[in-house]
């Protein structure tokens, strides 16, 4: 397959996404060292700098700063008159630009969004006032509307109408074979791609050699959510497995990965650093919202992960082995999203404690949908109603299979509509607060708000019908400012004070993590899953992936019969409820929609010995437009894990 190029009016090629093969890539280096220094939005720019200077070798550090809700809550800024960028890529780079140019450590980032020329103009900008001389690279998507006759970048500083597609990493390593900038900013493009666009430049790879994508997208995969690799998101106390002390957990280190240009791959954490690194970690994140494993799709290849495993070399580095190319290696179609409005939120919530206060909390439920149905009749189904402390993550189901609940003196009330229209949402905030003097004794602490929502409706669409460009710019070093020292930088930010940072040392020294159970779980007594396996949770779009991986490796034969399709039904149709005490109508209502809507799929990974599972049609709707308290499903983990099972003999 050939790239289409097109040439701008400045004279900068456009590509679409059709495959071409690299002519005679060169072998840079023999491995290439890549950190990832954020895994989300909201990550600690902090712990990206703490990486930069324990991990001196690192060529390349990703920032993966783009989710489905940030992109559309940076969608909805945008159309407002907002930055179409992540508006913290200022802070991200005056911490972490001084010493990444000092090393020669270049910066990959998603934060361009909607506007990644909006971002690397920022960039240049702060580059200027630190005293710094560097080029900044842009790759991003441009409309295909704007290409019949002479291209014209100025209207393609954002997709029309804000539609963004997954892109793979060819854009970015032409940014590298064209540039050698010293930062790339991006718009949407697959996280696992930005990872294995260095990789493939540096090391001389080709698009057909589908055994290194695949070992190099399964390396960007376990990067791409940052601590979540090495500790984060895993300690849970009261689970020998995964316990570890508050200290430990403050010092975690973003991981990183060498790998090399036969495809070996080996992820690490800093030496000395806290957190965890082991078999445990990796296969959570393996997991990690995958769907099926067999054929988890990145726009430059389809993985088989079925058979993957990890050999510890240390307690700070893993060796990852067997990921493949799926059956079909690559697909012919790229995801696409396009952002569709879909309606109003109104929320309010209200707390209550002491004797029978989710009584209390239950009649305000009651008054606030009463009020609601006088003024605009029908719309009751369009909320949703749950107890913060009581029911409002479902940790304890109602099939009977949970560990029991303790008596709840402490909580609070939150109902949450998805309505059509505006009016609709202000009057739910404005009767909800109507509780201080008309509702139950002792409520305070009102909240309410109101709030358009859009979601991002997903589509295939042809890898020809799909554009990028790239192009670059270098600033000029202010005159009026001195180089930045990013040692002294460094020094100014990273240090602890001393009780803490001794607190930290002797954790750091203490904790050995005691990896998989050596002994089966209990057989023909009802035990919590937590006493069986571990699990994390991820969302993708309204669908939720968990995985359940097993203490004692031989365990999992013991759990396929119990884990099927209907089980997990029962256990998480109670998320769909309407309100904190639905009657034996609503129920039976609710168990026949899960039936006719609620799709299970069960998938064995015998590489790590693990389950697998994604229930569709579960996350009421998805994180941009869920009335949920947890609109992302990430405490469905614990909710699994909290029943009670049998296990064979």
Same mark, same amino acid.
């Given at each position: 397959?050939?790239?289409k190029?097109?040439e ?7 590509h679409?996404?059709?495959i071409?093969? /690299?002519?005679?890539?060169?072998? /840079?280096?023999?491995?290439v060292?890549i950190g990832?220094g ?8 902090l712990?990206?700098?703490k990486?930069?200077q ?11 700063? %783009?989710?489905?809700r940030?992109?559309?809550?940076r969608y909805?800024?945008m159309? *407002?008159g907002g930055? &179409?960028y ?5 802070n ?6 001084p010493l990444?140019?000092e090393?020669?450590?270049?910066? =990959?980032t998603?934060m361009?969004?909607?506007d990644?020329?909006g971002a690397?103009?920022k ?5 200027s006032t630190l005293g710094l ?6 790759a991003?998507e441009v409309?295909a509307? +704007?290409?019949g006759?002479?291209?014209?970048p100025a ?7 804000g539609?963004?597609?997954y892109?793979g990493a060819?854009?970015? @390593?032409h ?5 050698q ?6 718009s /949407?493009?697959?996280?696992?791609a930005?990872?294995?666009a260095?990789m493939v430049?540096e090391?001389g790879w080709n698009w ?6 695949a070992q190099?997208s399964?390396?960007g995969?376990? %990067?791409e959510?940052?601590?979540?690799l090495?500790?984060?998101?895993f300690m ?5 497995y /995964? ?5 430990? %957990?403050?010092d975690l280190s973003?991981?990183?990965? $060498? =790998?090399?240009? #036969? &495809?070996?791959?080996?992820?690490a954490k ?13 296969a959570?994140?393996?997991l ?7 054929a ?8 088989? !992960? ?8 240390s307690s700070c580095r893993?060796l990852?082995?067997g990921a493949?190319p799926?059956?079909i *290696?690559?697909p012919d179609?790229l995801?696409? %999203?396009?952002?569709?409005d879909c309606?109003w939120?109104?929320?309010?919530? =209200? ?5 029978e ?5 239950e009649?305000a ?7 609601m149905?006088e003024? !605009? ?5 369009h ?9 409002s993550?479902?940790a304890?189901? +109602?099939?009977?299979?949970a ?5 709840s003196?402490?909580?609070r009330?939150r ?10 949402a202000?009057q !739910?905030a404005?009767?909800f607060t109507?509780?201080y ?5 002792g409520?305070g602490?009102i909240?309410t708000?109101y709030?358009k ?9 042809r890898?020809?019908?799909v554009?990028w460009?790239i192009r670059?710019?270098?600033n000029t070093?202010s005159q009026t400012n001195?180089?930045? #020292? ?6 100014c ?8 940072q001794?607190?930290?040392d002797?954790?750091s020294q203490?904790?050995v993590?005691?990896?998989r159970?050596?002994?089966p779980?209990p057989?023909?007594?009802k035990?919590?899953?937590?006493n069986v396996a571990?699990s ?6 309204n669908?939720? +992936?968990?995985s359940l991986?097993p203490?004692?490796p031989?365990?999992i034969?013991?759990?396929k019969?119990i ?11 109670p998320?769909?409820?309407l309100?904190p005490?639905p ?5 039976n209502q ?5 039936? $006719?809507?609620?799709? @299970? ?7 790590i010995?693990?389950l697998?599972?994604?229930?569709r049609?579960?996350l009421?709707?998805? @994180?941009?437009c869920s009335?949920r308290?947890?609109?992302h499903?990430k405490?469905?983990?614990?909710l699994i894990?909290?029943q009670?099972v049998?296990?064979p003999p």
């Amino acid at each position: 397959m050939e790239v289409k190029e097109m040439e701008s009016q400045d004279g900068e090629e456009i590509h679409n996404c059709l495959i071409k093969l /690299r002519s005679s890539p060169e072998r /840079r280096r023999d491995k290439v060292y890549i950190g990832c220094g954020a895994g989300f939005g909201g990550d600690r720019p902090l712990a990206a700098l703490k990486l930069l200077q324990r991990v001196h070798e690192l060529n390349y550090l990703v920032l993966e700063c %783009l989710a489905e809700r940030t992109l559309a809550d940076r969608y909805q800024i945008m159309v *407002s008159g907002g930055d &179409g960028y992540d508006s913290q890529i200022s802070n991200w780079m005056h911490m972490l630009l001084p010493l990444a140019v000092e090393r020669g450590t270049c910066i =990959i980032t998603n934060m361009g969004a909607m506007d990644p020329l909006g971002a690397q103009q920022k960039v240049l900008e702060v580059a200027s006032t630190l005293g710094l001389n560097i080029s900044v690279a842009v790759a991003h998507e441009v409309s295909a509307t +704007n290409l019949g006759s002479g291209f014209s970048p100025a209207k393609s500083l954002n997709m029309e109408g804000g539609i963004s597609t997954y892109l793979g990493a060819a854009p970015i @390593v032409h940014c590298l074979e064209k540039y050698q900038p010293d930062v790339i900013i991006t718009s /949407r493009i697959a996280d696992a791609a930005l990872f294995l666009a260095p990789m493939v430049y540096e090391l001389g790879w080709n698009w057909d050699e589908f055994e290194h994508l695949a070992q190099g997208s399964l390396a960007g995969h376990l %990067l791409e959510c940052g601590c979540q690799l090495t500790g984060g998101y895993f300690m849970h106390p009261g689970d020998k497995y /995964r316990d570890m002390s508050f200290q430990h %957990l403050l010092d975690l280190s973003l991981p990183y990965a $060498e =790998i090399r240009f #036969d &495809g070996q791959v080996c992820v690490a954490k800093a030496e000395g650093s806290g957190g965890v690194l082991n078999f445990n970690t990796c296969a959570e994140q393996l997991l990690y919202e995958i769907g099926d494993p067999s054929a988890y799709v990145t726009p430059d290849v389809v993985i088989d !992960f079925q058979d993957v495993s990890f050999l510890p070399l240390s307690s700070c580095r893993v060796l990852c082995l067997g990921a493949k190319p799926s059956t079909i *290696s690559v697909p012919d179609k790229l995801l696409q %999203l396009v952002p569709k409005d879909c309606g109003w939120k109104g929320w309010g919530e =209200i707390s209550y404690g002491g004797y029978e206060c989710v009584k209390r909390a239950e009649a305000a439920e009651y008054l606030v949908r009463s009020w609601m149905e006088e003024i !605009f009749p029908g719309l009751n189904h369009h909320i949703l109603s749950y107890i913060i402390g009581f029911d409002s993550l479902k940790a304890a189901s +109602n099939n009977g299979n949970a560990s029991p609940q303790r008596n709840s003196e402490d909580i609070r009330l939150r109902m949450d509509g998805l309505l059509e229209q505006k009016e609709h949402a202000v009057q !739910f905030a404005r009767e909800f607060t109507a509780l201080y003097t008309n509702g139950p004794a002792g409520g305070g602490g009102i909240s309410t708000g109101y709030k358009k929502e859009v979601l991002l409706e997903k589509h295939l669409v042809r890898r020809e019908d799909v554009f990028w460009r790239i192009r670059m710019k270098r600033n000029t070093r202010s005159q009026t400012n001195k180089a930045v #020292d990013p040692e002294c930088n460094l020094r100014c930010t990273l240090t602890l004070p001393p009780t803490l940072q001794a607190e930290t040392d002797k954790s750091s020294q203490e904790f050995v993590s005691p990896g998989r159970s050596c002994s089966p779980a209990p057989s023909g007594q009802k035990i919590p899953l937590y006493n069986v396996a571990h699990s994390r949770a991820g969302d993708k779009g309204n669908d939720i +992936n968990f995985s359940l991986i097993p203490h004692f490796p031989a365990d999992i034969e013991r759990l396929k019969p119990i884990i099927t399709c209907q089980w997990v039904k029962s256990v998480v149709s109670p998320l769909l409820d309407l309100s904190p005490s639905p009657d034996i109508d609503a129920r039976n209502q609710r168990d026949k929609w899960v039936n $006719e809507n609620v799709r @299970v799929e069960i998938y064995e990974v015998k590489g790590i010995q693990a389950l697998n599972v994604v229930v569709r049609n579960i996350l009421d709707g998805g @994180v941009n437009c869920s009335r949920r308290v947890d609109r992302h499903g990430k405490t469905i983990s614990d909710l699994i894990l909290c029943q009670q099972v049998v296990l064979p003999p």
